[in-house]
C-alpha cells in the first residue's frame, strides 16, 4: 500500500502495511509470515536471508529497503517510502547484501 495511505488503526492484512501489494503479501507467506503482527521485532536482514532461501535465489537488495520499512512500521515507525531506507540499508548492511 502507498504509505501516504496508510492508517496504522486499520492494519489488518499484510497488504494493509506501507510497501506492500499483493506479491510481496504472497511472497510472506513463503517464509511463513501471514499477519502484520508477526513483523513485531523481525530483524529485515535476517527476513532477506529467509526470502533468498525460499526463493533459492539471492533477491534483489532493494527488498531488504522494503522490509525495513515495514519492521521500522510494526515497531511503531511513520510509515515512509521504501527508497527512504535504502541509504540506512548501505550503512547497515554494507555490501553483506549485493546483487550476482
Known sequence: MNPAKVIREKVEKLTDLPNVGKTVAGDFA???ITRPEQLRGEDPYDMYVRFCKAFGERQDPCMVDVLMSITDFMDGGEAKVWWDYTAQR???YGDRITVR
Open 30 to 32: 513463503r517464509i511463513g
Open 90 to 92: 548501505k550503512v547497515r
